[in-house]
């Protein structure tokens, strides 16, 4: 810029000694135009190069807060992405925390059943091989009797199939396994019927040799008298009455607040009244009572081993057995009176010789029909009593 400055004073001082030396006017006119036009070019130049600095500088700008914006959303994004990446290793990790949790529950579960699995399998392996050993030493010739030459087993002859009357002759499971100890005695069998209380407190005052009534096994039971090798696994039920039922679960809160009917002394009873809570408890010295009563609609259910309550059902077309899995399990054993361990010990031999020979099978086989008839009898003959009574 400066250099079209000089150029356009210098023509200005030619036109000026132009004018000086030749005295025309004509000469002068056309250096000062050419002057002008110079200086014009000079300052359109200069205008020129101040916009475009301009521009540069307003471009330069523009160009820095672009690139301050798309710094901070780089910014912001990677910001945001952190933190989705952050929740999404949190909750990766709680899925795995949770996974592990019950990864390790059900292993621990799993562990816990093989163990109680394990000890039951053990549990009944030692009693196999301690029935076994016994069996082995036992002399059933010195084995002492209440009466010499008799075997007197008490039972109560309402709990079908194991024990049941036909006419004045007590039979069932339990008799035929009672036959069979005294065969191994050498001796005669005697059988006592009773009450079902009245049969446990017999043998513990050693009245009777053995009880043979579907004795379930208990603690506290087995404080006072001793017991044999089991020989059934049972499961008790609920009965109720087909056209009214008032118990509609085979639970101990379904219990609650009912009139339930057990048999006096049974396992059943114990359980009743140590695991529910119902309004009350009716106890029945034979079922067949029970069975009427609930007909009738004076209780509302029954609780009783499975076996006699298929007996029991099949004979009463208004009584059923309330669907689902069992109130509760209990295993049964023969009585004895506690210290007598001979008299244990020549039972269970036997009852061990007779599960391993099969025979057991074919007893409790042939008295599922057997006592069908005869209960329904009972039962018709307690309507007609009752009748008579009424």
Not at 42 to 67: I, K, P, Q, W
Not at 125 to 140: G, K, S, W, Y
């Amino acid at each position: 810029m400066k250099k079209y400055r000089k150029i356009a004073a210098l023509l200005a001082v030619t036109a000026l000694v132009l004018t000086g030396c030749s005295g025309s006017k004509k000469e002068t006119e056309k250096a000062t135009e050419k002057a002008a036009a110079v200086e014009t070019q000079a300052a359109v130049e200069e205008a020129v190069s101040e916009a475009a600095a301009a521009v540069e500088t307003e471009a330069a700008e523009a160009a820095a807060e672009v690139l301050t914006e798309a710094e901070a959303g780089v910014e912001e994004v990677m910001t945001e992405a952190e933190a989705i990446l952050a929740a999404a290793e949190t909750e990766v990790e709680a899925a795995a925390e949770e996974v592990m949790t019950e990864a390790e529950e059900v292993l621990a579960a799993a562990e816990t059943e093989a163990e109680e699995a394990l000890e039951e399998v053990m549990t009944e392996a030692e009693e196999v091989l301690a029935a076994a050993e016994t069996e082995a030493e036992v002399d059933f010739g010195s084995v002492a009797t209440v009466t010499d030459g008799k075997l007197i087993v008490g039972t109560e002859a309402g709990f079908a199939p194991y024990e049941y009357l036909v006419g004045d002759k007590v039979e069932g499971i339990d008799m035929d396994i009672a036959q069979k100890i005294a065969d191994a005695l050498g001796v005669e069998l005697e059988v006592q019927n009773m009450d079902f209380d009245g049969a446990l407190l017999a043998v513990q005052q050693g009245k009777v040799d053995i009880v043979a009534a579907g004795v379930s096994v208990s603690e506290e039971r087995e404080k006072v008298m001793d017991f044999s090798v089991k020989y059934v696994d049972s499961k008790d039920v609920i009965v109720i009455n087909k056209a009214d039922p008032k118990v509609d679960a085979s639970t101990p809160e379904a219990l609650e607040g009912k009139t339930v009917g057990v048999q006096q002394g049974n396992i059943a009873d114990l359980w009743v009244s140590e695991n529910a809570s119902p309004k009350s408890v009716q106890r029945y010295t034979k079922f067949v009572q029970a069975a009427q009563d609930l007909a009738n609609g004076k209780i509302d259910c029954i609780v009783m081993d499975e076996a006699p309550a298929q007996e029991l059902v099949a004979s009463n077309d208004g009584l059923a057995i309330l669907e689902g899995d069992a109130l509760f399990e209990d295993s049964y054993a023969i009585a004895v009176k506690k210290g007598n361990d001979d008299m244990t010990a020549a039972v269970s031999a036997v009852i061990t010789e007779l599960q391993e020979s099969g025979e057991m099978d074919e007893i409790i086989a042939s008295h599922s029909s057997e006592s069908s008839a005869e209960t329904e009898a009972e039962a018709a003959a307690a309507e007609t009593e009752a009748d008579t009574e009424a």
